[in-house]
């Protein structure tokens, strides 16, 4: 029977609770979309398995901490979410079971249906240790109505085009002399300057984490993203009182954003006019984009290991990928699950899965430190002024006591 838990009760309870041989399940909740999904997905589950006795308990906050006191405290949920950046600590730690006996067991699974860029995307020293629940990448967004008003017939295709079609959408529209349409949105995190980076021929680290954050191909491109915020035609969405990009864009700030799926339900749900397109980023020396991912891993501790499987199986399987991926916030992994339900020839999704030849990992060889450290270091730049290439120097020995051993 299934029960759902309070997420700011569930360590609590844990802590004071006596051994529970229940299946549980965690995940974290960042939005009503995802919700419903997981309780579509979950019910799915429920009907397929009824023998199975679980609890989904959602982690509302501080996810990854609080995993890890599960962890530490030798009571991990059976099976839990793992962001992609901070899997290698995880594997390498030797936190988590690897799967290969259940994969060789469970005919049903498949594992050659999933695009080989997710399908290995958690295999460590020849084993798999996990497998994502589904993907997103960055696209660019762009306002039809913005575009046609400036005389723009399509959307950029190249680091030129983009900072040109930036400067064209940046407009006083009401004449009062500031600035309220600018071009393109942009924020003072990694994971978004990392695409320029990849396009520019740069990496964050090398093969044995060493930092490559001082290098030309990596300050040319943290250049040009912070150039188009100096230059006055992109915008960060504190400036114009949004809590995120998505949110600029909605209120129409700006014409352009660099987004993911997560972005589609979102101008569903709070902006429903915002007449919108969507087109592959623009590309540097190269093509390049982040792939994101999150996988379904069962912890070497579980107390349902086998129980835990099943679910897996289900969830990241074509029945639980289907419906967990219905509405665009994620696309699947699975080749047949994009197949089977018109992936490619939606308008819209065709975009992100024709994005995969060229998406790359978000895979640092780093502690979850880096993220912190790292945005730190670009909101000087953005917030404080910094010199992009001193706040590089800085930052470089940071991440060096940061990288991961295996």
Known sequence: MLKWWPGLLVICLLACSKRDDTLRFSSWQSSPTEEKLMRRMIAGFEKSHPDVAFRYEPIPGNYSEKIQLMLGTHHPPDLFWLKDYTSPAYLRFDALAP???????????????????????????????????????????????MFAKAG????????????????????DTNGDGKIDQFGVVVEPVPEM????????????????GNPKVTEPAFLGALDYYVGLYRKKIATIPTDVGAGWNGDAFGRKNAAMVISGGWLIPYLKDGYPTVQYGVAPLPQGKQRATIAFSTAYVIPKEARQPDNA?????????????????????????????????????????????????FARPLFVKYSERWFDEASSSLQSIFYGGADPHEAMQKLAPKLEKLKLKD
């Open 99 to 145: 799967l290969d006996d259940y994969v060789t067991k469970d005919t049903s699974f498949n594992l050659n249906d999933y695009f080989p860029l997710f399908r290995d995307a958690y295999r460590y020293k020849g084993k798999y240790y996990g497998f994502a629940k589904d993907f997103n990448v960055y696209v660019l967004f762009y306002n039809k109505e």
């Open 152 to 171: 723009i017939s399509r959307p950029p295709a190249n680091w030129q085009e983009l900072e040109q079609t930036a400067r064209r959408l940046t407009q």
């Open 193 to 208: 300057l990392m695409p320029f980076v990849h396009q520019n021929g740069g990496e964050l680290h090398d093969a044995a």
């Open 309 to 357: 499987w099943k679910m897996l199986s289900y969830f990241a399987g074509k029945p639980g990928m289907t419906a967990w991926t219905s509405t665009g916030l994620a696309f699947p992994t699975r080749q047949s699950v994009a197949n089977a339900n018109g992936f490619y020839q939606h308008p819209t999704y065709r975009v992100f899965m024709e994005s995969i030849p």
